[in-house]
């Protein structure tokens, strides 16, 4: 059985930092596409940043380039996502998102895979 628990979301301020983990079990995630997901209630679960398996492609969403990245650990068969610069609106719920099926890597319905979630709130 699949399992993605997310975690590391907070409060904080604008202009800072969060470090978001996942932690995989039943799936090698470090060896599948992987990628974060953003919702915010009323609207549609945003693709904000994927990576290859290894790392070694990565797509973004322009409104997180060059403030978010993604890595990833497979000795702990983890997925990170390191936020900076954080504004108010990447106020969100956070989603980990593992093994890519579809066409298009910013469609959440183009993920087998998902954690619980974790919230981020960043204030002005």
């Known amino acids: 059985q699949v399992r993605l628990v997310e975690s590391g979301g907070g409060s904080v301020q604008a202009g800072g930092s969060l470090r978001l983990s996942c932690s995989a079990s039943?799936?090698?995630?470090?060896?599948?596409?992987s990628a974060w997901f953003r919702q915010v209630p009323g609207k549609e679960r945003e693709g904000v940043i994927a990576?290859?398996?290894?790392?070694?492609?990565?797509y973004s969403a322009d409104s997180v380039k060059g403030r978010f990245a993604v890595s990833l650990d497979s000795g702990l068969n983890a997925v990170y996502l390191e936020m900076n610069n954080l504004k108010p609106e990447d106020s969100a719920t956070y989603y980990c998102?593992?093994?890519?099926?579809?066409?298009?890597?910013?469609?959440?319905?183009?993920?087998?895979?998902w954690g619980q979630g974790t919230q981020v709130s960043v204030s002005s």
């Open positions: 998102a593992s093994t890519f099926v579809g066409a298009r890597w910013s469609v959440a319905s183009a993920w087998s895979y």
């Open positions: 039943g799936v090698a995630a470090t060896q599948k596409w």
């Open positions: 990576t290859s398996p290894g790392g070694g492609v990565t």
